[in-house]
């Protein structure tokens, strides 16, 4: 948990410090702590769980209109762990890039809230679970939602 709040921390400060611009035409990048909730529902007779946790990444967006923008969320490679009822049965790590199209409601003013719908493609690789006796080698596509807000602190950052 401590390391969780070191790299919120850590990428809050980043993102103070992240130039960000909302004009047409226009590409930003943002550095922030994104809360990453892998689904692991599994049937009734199985009780699996991903570890939850809070990563940093950055993104790259480009505005096509003022209020309409295309975002690519990148990180490295994460790592969580999966146990099967409360005892621990290995670990898995992942590639979660995510192509968001997201709508600014007020990309003129010093606070600038947005919403966003995406794609995601997710990437498994160092897949540990049971001493290797289970595999997975299927990645996958998912949707994507977020939901934030720029704050303007100077004339390019936010």
Known sequence: MKQSKRLLALACAMAVSAPVMADKGEFGVRARALYMNP????SPNFNIDVEDRWIPEVDFSYWVTDNFALELVLTYPQKHDVSLG????????HLPPTLMFQYHFMP???FQP????GLNYTRFSSV???GGAVSMEKDSFGLAGQIG?????SKNMY
Do not use: F, H
């Not at 409360?86 to 790590?93: E, L, M, Q, T, W």
């Not at 947005?114 to 719908?117: D, H, S, T």
């Open 149 to 153: 807000a720029d704050i303007k602190i």
């Open 39 to 42: 689904d692991s529902s599994t």
């Open 114 to 117: 947005y919403v966003g719908i």
């Open 108 to 110: 003129k003013q010093t």
């Open 86 to 93: 409360r005892a621990n049965i290995g670990s898995v790590k």
């Open 128 to 130: 540990n679970l049971l």
